[in-house]
Nanobody, 114 residues
Framework: QVQFVESGGGLVQPGGSLRLSCTSS????????MGWYRQAPGIQRELVAR???????TYADSVKGRFTISRDDSQNIMYLHMDSLKPDDTAVYYC????????WGQGTQVTVAS
């Protein structure tokens, strides 16, 4: 088991911001291509952002310009900073390799509502 641990979710109003964190005691993020994923009720899990070993990043069109993926190699933490949140961003957010292993953490719930 890889044991990714996601945190930082919560309830936020539209237009608000959150920063999600991903940690693992078994994976050194800087040597893998990693991603943030999300799954809303009734919708297939989707990749929203990825970061490669050289810290190059790509984003789903739906979050481009609003979300930023990054990592702190000194602490082995991966982040997803989310700005200008919309109700459609409501989902459980997960981190994993890109492409992902079938070994998911608990995720962290993000709810965007007034």
């Amino acid at each position: 088991q890889v044991q990714f641990v996601e945190s930082g979710g919560g309830l936020v109003q539209p237009g608000g911001s959150l920063r999600l964190s991903c940690t693992s005691s078994r994976v050194i993020f800087s040597i893998f291509e990693m991603g943030w994923y999300r799954q809303a009720p009734g919708i297939q899990r989707e990749l929203v952002a990825r970061i490669n070993q050289a810290e190059g990043t790509t984003y789903a069109d739906s979050v481009k310009g609003r979300f930023t993926i990054s990592r702190d190699d000194s602490q082995n933490i991966m982040y997803l900073h989310m700005d200008s949140l919309k109700p459609d961003d409501t989902a459980v957010y997960y981190c994993n390799f890109e492409p992902p292993l079938d070994d998911w953490g608990q995720g962290t719930q993000v709810t965007v509502a007034s």
